[in-house]
């Protein structure tokens, strides 16, 4: 069992910059994949990140490529999404999501969720 908490969510001007964290809980966490997705308002959730349970391998979606970087620390039981020259598009409530052998870009393939975070970028 993993518990997920999101938090560093907010509202930024675009432009501007967020780092979002997700602490874990569970002594099993270090080998799951992680990863984020966010939903906004009327739309299906979609992929954003995620990171292999080593670090060593990264995946981003297409519209936060060069802009978001994604990490972890396995000692601090934490993955981290460092967002920057957010966009108004990139408005959505955030998800942290852990998978211990999925497609890393497929949310059904994710065993366990956080609450969310909501991301608000004005223009």
């Known amino acids: 069992q993993v518990q997920l908490v999101e938090s560093g969510g907010g509202l930024v001007q675009a432009g501007g910059s967020l780092r979002l964290s997700c602490a874990a809980s569970g002594r099993t966490y270090s080998t799951y994949a992680m990863g984020w997705f966010r939903q906004a308002p009327g739309k299906e959730r979609d992929f954003v990140s995620a990171?292999?349970?080593?670090?060593?391998?990264?995946y981003y979606a297409d519209s936060v490529k060069g802009r978001f970087t994604i990490s972890r620390d396995n000692n601090k039981n934490t993955v981290y999404l460092q967002m920057n020259s957010l966009k108004p598009e990139d408005t959505a409530v955030y998800y942290c999501a852990a998978t211990a052998s999925g497609r890393p870009k497929t949310p059904d393939d994710y065993d366990y969720w956080g609450q969310g975070t909501q991301v608000t970028v004005s223009s």
């Open positions: 990171i292999s349970w080593s670090g060593d391998n990264t």
